[in-house]
């Protein structure tokens, strides 16, 4: 089964950026979808980004569209998060998951409401911005 690494977090002031990576291995990793999840202690986990298996479409949540940018490098099993103009609201632990589509083009994982039913998770890298 597919697993995942994610790495890239660290300590930035705000309006800095941070490129988070999420690195896979195992096999047909090109036919997940990959989302992206931040959790701060004590609250719920949320999603923020995710990228269809294709590299077609991508999603965001309100709060970060226009600051960050999810990306796909298929050659190196990696899918990134590009963050810019982080804010304090950004601190917390980043999370990226995968949820198998068999290859279907119309399957709608990242268009839904169900990212946090994703199958594959890693173990998070932390991200702190300071005021």
């Known amino acids: 089964q597919v697993q995942v690494v994610e790495s890239g977090g660290g300590s930035v002031q705000t309006g800095g950026s941070l490129r988070l990576s999420c690195t896979a291995s195992g096999d047909n990793f090109d036919d997940y979808d990959v989302v992206w999840f931040r959790q701060v202690l004590g609250k719920e986990r949320e999603g923020v980004a995710c990228?269809?298996?294709?590299?077609?479409?991508?999603y965001y949540r309100d709060s970060v569209r226009g600051r960050f940018t999810i990306s796909r490098d298929s050659a190196k099993n990696t899918v990134y998060l590009q963050m810019n103009g982080l804010k304090p609201e950004d601190t917390a632990r980043y999370y990226c998951?995968?949820?198998?589509?068999?290859?279907?083009?119309?399957?709608?994982?990242?268009?839904?409401?169900?990212?946090?039913?994703?199958?594959?998770w890693g173990q998070g890298t932390e991200v702190i911005v300071s005021s």
């Open positions: 998951a995968g949820q198998g589509t068999g290859g279907d083009p119309t399957y709608e994982f990242c268009s839904g409401s169900s990212w946090a039913e994703a199958e594959i």
């Open positions: 990228s269809s298996w294709n590299g077609g479409t991508a």
